[in-house]
């Protein structure tokens, strides 16, 4: 078979759906042609502007507008502004002849099969045989779309499912027709890994297919829950939400931003084609929800849902929520459980799951109730909608957001556990569960060396789960692969004399225990090692430096200490630069502050391409004070260039601190200067980001890797550039724009990246630049008004402004 490879996409229908998806393609680097309909008639805008139909704008306008819609939306469908200029707009009567030079086709118009039919009708028109063709239907089974179609047509065919929003939700589906190709299966799933960056489940011809199936009973088995229950809407919320890994939405807000009708849609779905889903009961719509489908009463879309945003008295805006008895709007209640006090402590969430069962409170009958139920569909879905347990937990775990999945869930419990509180509940496993444990497995996951297995129900026994071979793991290797722990870190060795260095502090934040954990990782990689890779696969990279730990020094006023502190955080980021052996980090998720710092003191960085990365100490009073104010003093300096105003690229990268900007993708971190063209690099699949980041770090390694030569050859601009600078904070000041405080904060920033009061441009190490910000970081934290923003961010977890 020949070399497939994607670098033209025709993407048909520009919904919110068709837009976002096209929008993730660009991305990615590939060129998509995006068309729709042409208009019917003329708007008033237009009709006074003199145009006709037949105008090229008019005749775009649909695709024009809802692809303008879609980037501007929020959060951004792009990775960077500048990859819409990958989306080539058109419509369906002037462009259709285009697709004949495409790569891969894909259908996403309105849910209706005779329009999906009377359009596959036309591009096979104009399609090149051999040309791959998808349909991104959320429903509608494959096998009727490709009904008539040519041979070569189904053989090419098959649904290609994402879920909303394409960027964001790592699902995406592969429903095979009756006709096609197992090559095509098999390309489409490598491709979804690779290179969207998803995960790629291939599901069965069944209605709502994986994702939707288990998702949609998950929320209409809650809705009648919380009516037999007498559950409000806060408290469900605070039940499905983080405490068991899932998202701060839960359930009722989520319900909001995707709207109630698209639920509904789906559900009907189910509940028509499914007639013999044992289940079947539970897709029925509670009087609740008929009553807010007739009221309008849809979610973000309509303005109201679950929740209502409405102006207080004072006008302040307030959340409101919806009683479920009276169907009226109320004031929103605190939720509060003793079961859920108890798992607070438990940092890891799989460790709760057995915990919360055992609740002797409302909260525990619930999780009783909740998994008993989830746990008995799951296991008669098998092989319904697919034949591998494994596909319904990835299913669950990149469309909808959970961290584990149902049978991971059952595996924390215990599957025995788990089939005693279903036995209470009255619901039933399907007889394949009981089988595998007569065979002697006691779980449906079982890792070894390094690799996961699941149970393999045809096998009956524990197989290993396929394409892993390209991740690397750490929850797999962690025990293991063990070289040095401490309560902050966990060094692995990941082979090839490549060590990682893994965070297990507080969403990795950066004390004491984790930068002596640093230094001796370093220590171990230079004696024994090749190379030093600092990555970890939680939610965050790392929030930043421990400011629980600066405040309470600072309180002390034990100066010294917190001199120390700081000196030993500068040294450690030194010490991941001039260390004689590669040093490679991997950031994704949230990257700020010291996390940040850290990942700008790498040799190399191997970035997701959902990083959020930015120095934002000056949200809590502070500068960078871990290298970060040297280092962009130092990277402003390195890109002056002959002729520049070298004052001007001194002041974007002042600004880049001054204004804590965070980079929304990894793609604006190099426009920020926190990434580097040429050196770092971006990885769009986050479970190849170790893996990819240790191929480097061995690279580097091999080719011969020389210890850096300290710089001392910075040239700072002295008063120049420092005049400047408090010009400017002068008339932000006076103009309202920033506090008295603000401006305080900035002239020492300024100080520092000016390289102090210097009567000429002098070339400086970057020790002397350190010094300066370690001054200007101790000084700051002496401040009433900065213990106060570091007091407000620990208790609000959100910056103060005084």
């Known amino acids: 078979m020949s070399k497939r490879t994607i670098n033209k996409i025709a993407i048909i229908g520009s919904g919110i759906m068709g837009s976002g998806i096209a929008c993730h393609f660009a991305n990615i680097g590939v060129e998509v042609l995006l068309l729709d309909i042409v208009p019917r008639e003329l708007t008033d805008a237009e009709k006074a502007k003199g145009l006709t139909l037949e105008d090229k704008v008019v005749r775009n306008r649909l695709v024009n507008d809802a692809l303008a819609t879609s980037i501007k939306s929020k959060p951004a469908p792009l990775y960077h502004k500048d990859f819409a200029d990958r989306i080539t707009t058109g419509n369906l009567e002037d462009d259709i002849a285009k697709v004949a030079d495409v790569d891969w086709i894909m259908e996403v118009v309105v849910e209706r099969l005779d329009i999906k039919q009377q359009v596959f009708e036309k591009l096979e028109k104009h399609r090149t045989p051999g040309t791959l063709i998808t349909s991104n239907t959320s429903g509608i089974p494959i096998k009727f779309m490709s009904e008539g179609r040519s041979e070569d047509f189904q053989k090419h065919f098959c649904g290609t ?9 790592k699902l995406f589906e592969i429903i095979p027709g009756p006709k096609t190709d197992t090559t095509v299966l098999e390309f489409l799933n490598n491709y979804g890994e690779k290179f969207l960056g998803k995960t790629s489940v291939v599901a069965k011809d069944t209605p709502a297919f994986i994702g939707n199936r288990i ?6 088995s809650l809705f009648h829950t919380v009516k037999e229950m007498g559950l409000t809407i806060e408290e ?12 701060k939405s839960a359930t009722f807000r989520t319900v909001d931003v995707v709207g109630l009708d698209t639920l509904v849609h789906v559900a009907n779905g189910i509940a028509e084609n499914c007639p013999d889903d044992e289940r079947h ?18 979610g973000s879309k309509t303005g109201q849902g679950f929740y209502k945003k409405v102006k207080g008295d004072d006008g302040r805006s307030k959340i409101l929520s919806l009683d479920l008895d009276s169907l009226e709007y109320r004031d929103g209640k605190k939720a509060k459980f003793a079961t859920l006090e108890l798992t607070k402590s438990i940092d890891n969430v799989a460790d709760r799951f057995k915990v919360l069962v055992k609740g002797k409170d409302k909260a525990g009958d619930f999780y009783r109730k909740s998994f008993a139920s989830l746990f008995g569909y799951v296991t008669h879905r098998i092989p319904e909608i697919s034949d591998d347990l494994y596909k319904i937990d990835d299913a669950m775990k990149a469309g909808f957001g959970w961290e584990h999945g149902p049978f991971q869930i059952w595996d924390a419990i215990g599957v025995e556990a788990g089939l005693e509180i279903m036995k209470n509940e009255s619901i039933e496993a399907a007889s394949w569960v009981q089988e595998m444990i007569n065979a002697g497995n006691t779980s449906f996951y079982t890792v070894k060396d390094g690799a996961t297995y699941y149970y393999d129900i045809s096998k009956k026994s524990q197989e290993k789960i396929p394409g892993q071979d390209a991740f690397i793991i750490l929850d797999n290797i962690r025990k293991s692969k063990e070289v040095f722990k401490n309560s902050g870190v966990v060094v692995e060795d990941l082979g090839d004399g490549i060590l990682n260095v893994e965070f297990q502090s507080k969403m990795n934040t950066i004390g004491g225990d984790v930068l002596a954990g640093l230094n001796k990782a370093i220590d171990l990689a230079e004696k024994d090692f090749a190379g030093l890779v600092v990555g970890n696969q939680a939610t965050n990279f790392s929030v930043g430096a421990n400011i629980g730990m600066i405040f309470m020094m600072a309180v002390e006023q034990e100066y010294d200490e917190l001199n120390m502190a700081i000196k030993y955080f500068q040294d450690t980021m030194m010490r991941m630069r001039y260390s004689s052996i590669p040093t490679i980090a991997a950031p994704h998720g949230m990257a700020l502050g010291g996390g940040c710092e850290l990942s700008m003191h790498a040799d190399k960085v191997v970035a997701a391409a959902e990083t959020y990365i930015g120095l934002v100490e000056f949200g809590v009073g502070v500068i960078p004070g871990g290298g970060g104010s040297k280092e962009m003093a130092l990277r402003a300096q390195d890109t002056f260039k002959k002729g520049d105003v070298e004052l001007n690229t001194l002041q974007e990268y002042f600004l880049t601190i001054g204004m804590a900007k965070v980079a929304t993708s990894a793609y604006e971190a190099f426009d920020l200067g926190i990434l580097q063209k040429g050196k770092d690099i971006v990885v769009v699949n986050k479970d190849r980001q170790i893996a990819t980041a240790k191929a480097y770090a061995k690279l580097l390694a091999d080719q011969g890797y020389t210890k ?7 040239k700072v601009l002295g008063k120049q550039a420092l005049g400047m600078f408090l010009v400017g904070t002068d008339s932000m000041e006076a103009s309202n724009y920033i506090s008295e405080h603000d401006k305080k904060i900035a002239n020492k920033l300024a100080y520092v990246m000016a390289g102090g009061d210097l009567s000429e441009p002098t070339e400086v190490s970057e020790q002397y630049l350190l010094d300066l910000e370690r001054e200007a970081f101790l000084s700051l934290s002496t401040e009433k008004k900065t213990l106060e923003r570091i007091q407000h961010m620990l208790k609000k977890g959100k910056p103060l402004r005084n």
Do not use: C, Q
């Not at 998702?215 to 209409?220: D, L, Q, R, T, V």
């Not at 009961?281 to 849809?298: A, H, Q, S, Y």
């Not at 850096?708 to 910075?714: E, N, Q």
């Open 281 to 298: 009961e539970l897709f029925k719509l509670p009087g609740f929800i008929n009553t807010m489908m007739d009221n309008k009463w849809l």
């Open 161 to 169: 499912h994402f879920f909303n929003p394409a960027r964001y939700l």
């Open 708 to 714: 850096p030569v300290k710089r001392k050859d910075i």
């Open 236 to 247: 469900v919320d605070k039940l499905t939400g983080p405490v068991i890994g899932r998202p």
């Open 215 to 220: 998702g949609i009973f998950s929320i209409m």
